[in-house]
T-cell receptor, first 114, second 115 residues
Framework: DQQVKQNSPSLSVQEGRISILNCDYTNSMFDYFLWYKKYPAEGPTFLIS?????DKNEDGRFTVFLNKSAKHLSLHIVPSQPGDSAVYFCAALDHNQAGTALIFGKGTTLSVSS | NAGVMQNPRHLVRRRGQEARLRCSPM?????VYWYRQLPEEGLKFMVY????????ESGMPKERFSAEFPKEGPSILRIQQVVRGDSAAYFCASSSTARRNSPLHFGNGTRLTVT
């Protein structure tokens, strides 16, 4: 039973345009959300996070929006660059979980063409 | 400043053999996490360890899998009597604290293939 869902397996965007990656969750005990980026044959690298007490967090070209009532978050990348082509994982933390044991979605593969 | 080091990068085992996966966390990090990624899936939490202690093993299969993080040396994920379904990428991550907003730093993984 997937608690974190990324329903779009892939997304193609032109360089310079906006990329919007979506993530839905089912567990109302999730209170912290993160996005990780993964290149082939490498481990995931942390991108940006948001606490459930906020609805937006911005870091350079990356912005994460959280809609708690809809149990939905999205990652916006603008402008998109070819180097952004990677798999993007949405992850969540359960309020009751020890430490930082993340629950991941299946990922969305972003392809940015020049 | 070395990141999280995992070895081997690739491991091939026949059914029934044992697999040992090693993880050296980032310098100064005492919290280690193991995740498994099956084909076409996201990463699934397996176990969370601090030095010499297992804090949360709720994601570990009940049989054949064990993990340790000794006082000296790397963390080890051990899989006994491997089966084809164990074929996956195993990622280790570390953090400096158990603070919930402390991002995890991942290694590049060990790809286990069971033939």
């Amino acid at each position: 039973d997937q608690q974190v869902k990324q329903n779009s397996p892939s997304l193609s965007v032109q360089e310079g345009r906006i990329s919007i990656l979506n993530c839905d969750y089912t567990n109302s005990m999730f209170d912290y959300f993160l996005w990780y980026k993964k290149y082939p044959a490498e481990g995931p690298t942390f991108l940006i996070s948001i606490s459930s007490i906020k609805d937006k967090n911005e870091d350079g070209r990356f912005t994460v929006f959280l809609n708690k009532s809809a149990k939905h978050l999205s990652l916006h990348i603008v402008p998109s660059q070819p180097g952004d082509s990677a798999v993007y994982f949405c992850a969540a933390l359960d309020h009751n979980q020890a430490g930082t044991a993340l629950i991941f979605g299946k990922g969305t593969t972003l392809s940015v063409s020049s | 400043n070395a990141g999280v080091m995992q070895n081997p990068r690739h491991l091939v085992r026949r059914r029934g053999q044992e697999a040992r996966l090693r993880c050296s966390p980032m310098k100064g990090h005492s919290h280690v996490y193991w995740y498994r990624q099956l084909p076409e899936e996201g990463l699934k939490f397996m176990v969370y360890l601090q030095k010499e202690n297992i804090i949360d093993e709720s994601g570990m299969p009940k049989e054949r899998f064990s993990a340790e993080f000794p006082k000296e040396g790397p963390s080890i994920l051990r899989i006994q009597q491997v089966v084809r379904g164990d074929s996956a990428a195993y990622f280790c991550a570390s953090s400096s604290t158990a603070r919930r907003n402390s991002p995890l730093h991942f290694g590049n993984g060990t790809r286990l293939t069971v033939t």
